[in-house]
């Protein structure tokens, strides 16, 4: 029997990435990773310095965040143009001269601004490494951008780490080192094979399906499931608190939670191999909103966040390739829900705050519930409305000739 070509034919004639250039690729969401996590324990240090006021000094994760997602949208409107390997390469410089500059700032204004630069080049890494991955590895995408995503996780934990064993007042020296591992993963480039002027995707689907409402419900997916992340982690020790539990104790189950987060994401790459996206978001929801459930009990609550972190991990990573077979006509709709998905980490936690205040932080597992509910329901009308059309088990077991398949 001669063998018909699949998907992946077209979608993946070759890897976008040599195996030097996707370890450097790991190395980088990292840095990222590393990026996002080091501003909270370096605030004090940083108020000192300049002489300015908490809401001051978180500006600067608000700049890196707005900014990342204007990189995500810049970068997707030159790639045509320029490439990927030079628009990465850029990407890392931003960083690069971004952390330099926030880590030797004389004045506050500086620093901001290389906070703001780090963002821009934060944006292009984030979504033009997510981008390849996720269409030039074909079946094999989700696993691959679990396995890059959650060296994000990585950094995210090794950022504060390294700040609490080095002491806070040595930040200028770890944005400094940061940003010397940046100028060498920019050796690693000549390895990024994949060129723009991907047309593989319109050819993979025939199907009619309506672009705007599934482009909404993806981004709904991505903006919920963030606001669920960082309300988890920056309100969990403050719920855990109040309902008994000690400082010490409530920063450890936090530390928990994001370490589960990295952790999900390396358990779901061989998962996402044999199950496909739409099956594994429905868990993903299911196992968010069983957890939060679970946290109303103040005995469960440590534990039951945690279970939220595992089951948060994988959406982001495993989502993505579904979009881009979903809209296969629409080459920008990832940059689209990522860029979405930045601005809700923005904003969802000040929203959050208003309703805590106007409830109590008691409040906090059931409001994240109902996002939870929100996120399961946007993922249902996916699954119904933009099938996936690789989704049918991933088992190593022959495919059935196409008159047999269901």
């Known amino acids: 029997m001669s063998a018909v070509p699949g998907p992946d034919a077209l979608s993946a004639p070759r890897p976008p990435f040599t195996a030097v ?17 080091l501003y909270g324990p370096v605030m004090p240090t940083l108020q000192r310095e300049y002489g300015i006021s908490p809401a001051v000094a978180g500006l600067s994760l608000s700049a890196q965040f707005a900014a990342a997602a204007l990189g995500v949208l810049v970068y997707r409107l030159l790639n045509g143009r320029l490439g990927h390997r030079t628009l990465l390469g850029a990407s890392y410089v931003l960083m690069a001269l971004g952390a330099s500059a926030f880590a030797l700032a ?25 981008h390849l991955f996720t269409v030039g590895f074909g079946r094999r995408g989700s696993a691959m951008l679990n396995l890059l995503n959650g ?9 504060p780490a390294l700040v609490g064993w080095l002491g806070a007042k040595n930040y200028p020296g770890i944005f400094i080192g940061v940003a010397v591992v940046c100028v060498v993963v920019l050796l690693t480039l ?18 009619d399906v309506r672009v705007a409402p599934v482009i909404a419900a993806f981004i709904g997916v991505y903006v919920l499931h963030v606001a669920i992340e960082t309300g988890v982690g920056g309100w969990e ?14 920063t450890t189950a936090t530390s928990a939670y994001w370490s589960a987060m990295t952790v999900g994401r390396f358990i779901v790459v061989p998962l996402s191999l044999r199950f496909s996206a739409p099956a594994i978001l429905t868990a993903c929801c299911a196992g968010m909103a069983g957890s939060l459930l679970l946290a109303t009990l103040p005995m469960a609550a440590p534990y039951a966040y945690v279970g939220v972190g595992l089951a948060i991990a994988p959406i982001f990573p495993t989502c993505l390739p579904w979009l881009n077979r979903a809209v296969p006509g629409v080459a920008a709709a990832g940059a689209y829900v990522m860029a979405a998905s930045m601005l809700g980490g923005v904003t969802f936690p000040p929203l959050l705050g208003v309703v805590i205040d106007g409830l109590d932080v008691t409040a906090l597992p059931l409001t994240l519930f109902a996002l939870a509910l929100a996120c399961m329901l946007l993922g249902t009308g996916l699954r119904r409305n933009a099938p996936d059309p690789d989704a049918e088990p991933r088992s190593a077991r022959p495919a059935a000739p196409p008159e047999m398949q269901t």
């Open 21 to 37: 250039a996707i370890a450097a690729s790991c190395v980088g969401f990292v840095l990222v990773g590393a990026l996002q996590a």
């Open 237 to 250: 020790p403050t719920h855990l608190e109040s309902v008994g539990y000690s400082a010490a104790t409530a």
């Open 190 to 207: 000549g390895g990024v094979t994949a060129q723009e002027r991907e047309t593989v995707l319109e050819v993979t689907s025939r199907r």
């Open 106 to 130: 004389p004045v506050w204004p500086v620093a901001l601004a290389g906070a703001f630069v780090i963002g821009l080049g934060f944006g292009g890494v984030v979504y033009g490494l997510n």
């Open 151 to 159: 060296h994000f996780g990585v950094g995210a934990v090794a950022g």
